[in-house]
């Protein structure tokens, strides 16, 4: 699908390890620490800014890959005039800045990686698309917080500068899945100093935060926000995971087996191949995959519904808004399966009046097939059909 660096493939192991876990039980109990405080006025600048990212595309693969790499995925103008026409509001884009940050204590960006982020932000803009723009597998901040804060908040001072001046519906979004030595407790007054760096040029600018834990749903719990209320919290859901990574070599061992549908059980149960040595947790798995009733299967809406409930319980709570940055399933998934896991997902958001963001426009969880210029089969009635 890609070629990765040995970091970003290390990277990609350990995050769908972790992304694979249950996040445990899904009913909310207000349980954040007390100083995370709750916001009632539910017409802020947040709530009104959530309007505009409902539904939304992430130009994966693209902008946050190395200098010197290529993850085949390419945009042009006409790429964010289509996913207007397709029905998007908004595109999440990924963005690698330290790759091409100068050394301390400035850490100044190149003019190179703005003018390449100007060409989407601006045609973005133009298509009438409302964009975020994120920072992407910053790797040294996931490992030792401490030691790469200063770049992290000297990089933003940057981005907020240049963008000053840019319309409202360009969004920041501060760091891409923290995890690691990042967690949520760590992160929380790093990503305050990171607010308040944006705050000094952009007043009104929309801010996304995601919760450690690689932005998982049962992260919440830990954040603690200053009482800003231009800030819309983003998590991320790959479950079920091993359907939606089915194949996904950087993602770690588990989820070799290919030929999971969504959803289960299948009509003729999954015999996976021995020689694949697969945990006792996966085998436990496929054959629940195998053998529990829809009603009750690991592989069906049962592994989101909850947790896209907890959201809304969360976001009621704590009057923050949530959106969903990151869903998706891998092109190893059968088209058909594909799209009924598209459908089921962004119905179940919409039920929880959650926004949401596809992985993604044109890489390995694609939604537009460029070769054939059309959607994906089935796609585009999965996220703008009933
Ligand atoms: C990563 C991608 C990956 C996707 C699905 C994203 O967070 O940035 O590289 O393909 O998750 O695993």
């Known amino acids: 699908m890609k070629k990765c660096s040995t970091i970003i493939a290390a990277v990609m192991l ?37 309007g505009h990212f409902l539904r ?38 990924p963005v690698g800045w330290h790759h091409y940050a100068g050394p301390a204590p400035d850490f100044a960006l190149s003019p190179e990686i703005f003018s390449r982020v100007d ?24 490992q030792n917080p401490a030691a790469a804060t200063a770049e992290f908040l000297k990089i933003w001072g940057q981005i907020a500068a240049h963008y000053a001046k840019f319309p409202q519906r ?20 790093i990503d305050a100093r990171a607010i308040a760096e944006i705050r000094a040029t952009n007043p009104h600018r929309t801010i996304f935060v995601e919760p450690g834990g690689w932005g998982s749903i049962g992260e919440l719990k830990h954040l603690v926000l200053p009482p800003d209320d231009n800030v819309i919290v983003s998590a991320h859901c790959y479950d079920p995971f091993y359907f939606t990574h089915q194949g996904a070599t950087w993602a770690g061992p588990d989820p070799k087996v290919t030929g999971i549908q969504f959803p289960g059980p299948p009509k003729k149960p999954l015999v996976p191949d021995p020689s694949l040595k697969l945990h006792p947790w996966v085998l436990d798995w496929i054959h629940r995959y195998n053998t529990l009733p829809a009603d009750k299967n690991p592989c069906s809406p049962l592994a989101f519904e909850g947790k896209l409930k907890y959201c809304r319980a969360w976001s009621d709570y704590y009057g923050r808004p949530v959106h969903i940055g990151e869903f998706g399933c891998f092109t190893t998934a059968d088209p058909a399966s594909r799209a009924r896991f598209y459908g089921a997902f962004r119905r179940a958001a919409e039920q929880e009046r959650l926004g949401w963001a596809i992985w993604d426009w044109n890489a390995g969880f694609r939604y537009w097939d460029r070769q ?8 585009r009635e999965a996220l703008f059909g009933k």
């Open 56 to 93: 939304g595309v992430n130009l994966g693969n693209y902008l946050e890959v190395p200098p010197g790499q290529s993850w085949r995925v390419t945009a042009s103008a006409g790429d964010f005039a289509l996913m207007r026409a397709q029905g998007f509001d908004h595109v999440r884009v």
């Open 170 to 189: 360009l969004a920041f979004e501060l760091d891409n899945e923290p995890h690691a030595n990042a967690t949520t407790a760590v992160m929380n007054p």
């Open 14 to 50: 350990g995050c769908c390890g972790l992304r694979a876990q249950a996040d445990g039980d899904d009913s909310f109990v207000p349980a954040n620490p007390p100083q995370m405080q709750r916001l009632t006025n539910f017409d802020s600048p947040a709530w009104r800014a959530a």
């Open 119 to 142: 060409f989407v932000v601006t045609n973005a803009l133009d298509a009438g698309l409302s964009v975020i723009i994120n920072i992407h597998h910053f790797d040294e901040l996931d």
């Open 372 to 379: 054939n210029h059309r959607p994906m089969p089935g796609l």
